[in-house]
């Protein structure tokens, strides 16, 4: 019998982990075929795993991958998800070699907030403008980027109180600022509240449970968010395009294919409202399940602020921030142990087939990279925390090439990947170097699963100014 790994878990939450459904198949394998149909259940009467799924996490990944293997279904979120994990398995999907599993499965979840995000697009449309975007990230654009999260960051962590601080509250304003100048540098104007109160509003309905508009809920204040940021950015597109500030609106209005082909300002907007709601929260979680790990193990904590100081007061520049080792290993042992985006999301467009089974067409697709990177088939002790596993004489995340994904991985990899690591970088760097933090040794963090997993209690950490 499984046992949660979550904190503060209930007897009910025991219940329903280890509760089994009457078994069935998803579909019938057409006659013929030498495929095999895909195993599970679809749990719950009307609302299937949904209420599972989002209580239990990572646990409830873990127990479907050990009850039915790598490839298994459910009904959840008013679908039926075949759900996938495990190296092979992943890497079918991911690789894609026959462009069968497109991104329809988060346009059903986040479609109306985010349509036509980078992340949203498909195939070659999908190419086209992931290309024309990878102009916006190039070391020397990235390098500008950095000049504003160094400073946004200097400030806000200076202004910190000690004693009893929340880590994540304080993070997320912290990283909606540093999102604030580096996405827009200038043109926010007196217009920075009303933008971050729409943006909030957005991100929050694109994961909203109730999926639909009801009056005062989350659904239609997104809507409402997602029309005053289309105002804003298209206000300002004639602005950025006539000049070139080193923001990344200015860097995604002067994208250009040596074709001579560039976005469109309709293009320019949509790309400018997902790419804010991708950087955020993700970086946010980051830098809080860093800080929670930080606290637990004050023997790295230690470590990586000798580093840290050695590296000096900042701002740190790309070269000095890439060679920080020790808060790199850090950083990615807690992307292992909290995979800020916990599930992708695809759908099948035609009839296929995932290692034997049988997937018909318009299935939606769950990927599991929190799953993947707690097997013990790749990880030794999966959930302790040790950074040394990413060091070179063990580098376990390479006992298969999706054991660790964080970001991704195929067409759609994340496309922020290295700037998202330099901000982390920035935030703890800062941190560490300011102030010296703890928690109780018996304190357990519970990662709440509703939304992307952010601490349910906030993340309280004793904090004193060194
Ligand atoms: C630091 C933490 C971050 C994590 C853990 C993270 C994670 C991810 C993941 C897992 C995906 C793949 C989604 C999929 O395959 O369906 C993704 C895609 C993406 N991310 Fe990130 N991300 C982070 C930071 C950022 C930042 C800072 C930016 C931009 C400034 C960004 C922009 C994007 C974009 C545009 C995509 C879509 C790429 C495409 O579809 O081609 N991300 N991210």
């Avoid at 995932?354 to 318009?362: K, R, T």
Wanted: net charge neutral.
């Amino acid at each position: 019998m499984a046992t949660t790994h979550m904190a503060g878990a209930t007897r009910f939450d025991e219940w329903l982990l280890n509760k089994r459904w009457r078994s069935s198949e998803l579909t019938h394998v057409p006659e013929g075929s030498a495929l095999k149909a895909v195993p599970g259940d679809g749990g719950i009467p009307l609302i299937g795993h949904s209420l599972t799924a989002l209580r239990l996490g990572l646990d409830f990944g873990l127990k479907r991958y050990e009850t039915y293997g790598p490839v298994s279904w459910m009904r959840a979120f008013g679908v039926n998800i075949v759900g996938v994990a495990g190296g092979d398995a992943t890497q079918v999907v991911l690789t894609n070699k026959d462009k069968v599993f497109s991104q329809q499965g988060w346009t059903y979840f986040i479609g109306p907030f985010f349509k036509r995000g980078l992340m949203l697009l498909d195939f070659d449309e999908h190419m086209f403008h992931r290309r024309l975007m990878q102009q916006a990230f190039t070391r020397p654009r990235v390098t500008g980027y950095l000049e504003h999260v160094a400073s946004v960051a200097a400030s806000g962590v200076q202004a910190w109180q000690t004693g009893t601080f929340s880590v994540y509250p304080h993070m997320k304003q912290l990283t909606l600022d540093i999102a604030g100048r580096v996405f827009m540098a200038s043109a926010l104007g007196s217009e920075k509240d009303s933008l971050n109160k729409a943006f909030v509003s957005t991100v929050r309905a694109g994961t909203s449970m109730i999926r639909f508009g009801v009056p005062g809920g989350r659904w239609n204040a997104g809507l409402r968010g997602r029309r005053v940021l289309e105002d804003f950015f298209r206000r300002n597109v004639p602005a950025k395009r006539a000049s070139d500030s080193n923001d990344l609106f200015s860097g995604l209005c002067h994208a250009q294919a040596d074709s001579g082909e560039a976005f469109s300002d309709d293009d320019v907007v949509n790309h400018m409202i997902f790419l804010m709601m991708a950087a955020h929260d993700t970086s946010t979680i980051t830098t809080t399940a860093a800080a929670y790990y930080l606290g637990k193990h004050p023997e790295w904590q230690d470590r990586v602020r000798a580093e840290c100081m050695a590296a000096g007061p900042g701002p740190l520049d790309i070269d000095a921030l890439e060679g920080l080792r020790d808060l790199e290993l850090v950083i990615k042992e807690s992307l292992r142990l909290v995979a800020p985006v916990p599930s992708l999301a695809r759908k099948t467009v035609r009839d296929t087939e995932i290692l034997g089974h049988f997937v018909p067409a318009d299935t939606m697709i769950s990927l599991g990279p929190w799953v993947n990177q707690m097997l013990p088939e790749y990880w030794s002790e999966p959930s302790h925390f040790d950074p040394e596993r990413f060091s070179e004489d063990r580098r376990e995340d390479k006992a298969h090439r999706y054991a660790w994904m964080p970001f991704g991985g195929g067409a759609h990899k994340c496309i922020g990947m290295h700037f998202g690591m330099l901000e982390v970088k920035t935030l703890l760097h800062q941190m560490v170097t300011r102030y010296r933090w703890s928690v109780p040794q018996d304190y357990k963090v519970r990662w709440d699963s509703t939304a992307l997993p952010a601490p349910s209690d906030g993340l309280p950490v004793t904090l004193e100014r060194l």
